[in-house]
């Protein structure tokens, strides 16, 4: 049994750290403290150098909203910009517009909880009409894809089943690929039961062959105490994903990375997990989706570790959004570094929606 799939973008695969306790972070925007001007053309740069020091002992209160170091920016409202960072702009320009598939975390990014962000839908119409294509990619096994599925066409989205893959599924794909045994003691809420037993597993307490844990909102010390002890006995580990918390409007709450640790604490047993940002879930994406060439694929997310470290380690654009657990008062102490930074999904429908720069 092959436990350690190649990554199918041939990418450097990352050893990815949630982020812990911290120092404190190192300033990011304080070197860009001066005025954006306000319109381009060809005299800019002669300007900026004329009106900068005038500029700024005029606007001293005003902080730079845009950052590019390399091929990084950040970047908050559409029509400013800071001119001595024009030529990376229109980079991260071109790099959006040959985009063809956006692959977007759903909580944080897309909505929190049951309420849609307002930029979603602008987004939406901006690849439909493009002719771009978005795809769900979510690390929440708590429920099947076919709710997530339901729960955005609720909310006025117009998708199809396939445009939503969950960390659940994901493992499934990872347990049929690399043969594991039907007979799984599964540790997880209705839905992901629902879901695995439809794609032909058989759910056991009775001498399961593997044990797979979800982001089971039923847990109890029961399931607990069975998991660890069939873990004990050297049956195999797979979780579906590695997040410690799940972001709700009333605040975190304990995820499947939270189960894990407690499982291992107990058991010292570490397990195969799957979802973002492992070359796993890469894999089973790009067997579902095609997504032959990284560079006309974008990962767009709220969190550094999962989201972002997915897009690094597969070689696809990544862009964080800032509407979610990220802040960018993280950037700085973060080792994972998104390609673009942006307020949220919305700015990328500004992006390729504009036509012009001035
Ligand atoms: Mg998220």
Partial sequence: MNQTPRNPFS???TAVSPPGAQGAPRPVFGSNSV???????ALWPRLFQVTSTFSRKRFPTLRGKFQADGEQCLYTESREFWTEHHKSWRDIMDKLRNIDTFLLDLDGTFYLGDHLYPWSLPFVATCERLGKRFIFVTNNSSRK???YVEKIRKMGVSITA???FTAGQATI????KYDYPRKIYLVGTPSLEEE?????FIL????PETVVLGFDLTLTYEKLRSACSFIRQGIPFIATHPDFNCPTPEGPIPDCGAMIALITASTGVEPKIIGKPYPEMIEALRAKYGLEDPGKVAMVGDRLYTDIAMGKAAGITSILVLSGETKSDDLAASDVQPDVILDNLGEIAKILNQDSLG
């Fill in 162 to 164: 396939d445009q939503v």
């Fill in 11 to 13: 990418i450097h695969s």
């Fill in 145 to 147: 894809g076919d709710y």
């Fill in 35 to 41: 005025p954006p001007l306000w319109r381009s053309g």
């Fill in 204 to 207: 056991t307490e009775e001498d």
């Fill in 196 to 200: 695995f037993r439809q794609a032909g």
């Fill in 173 to 176: 794909f990872y347990l049929k």
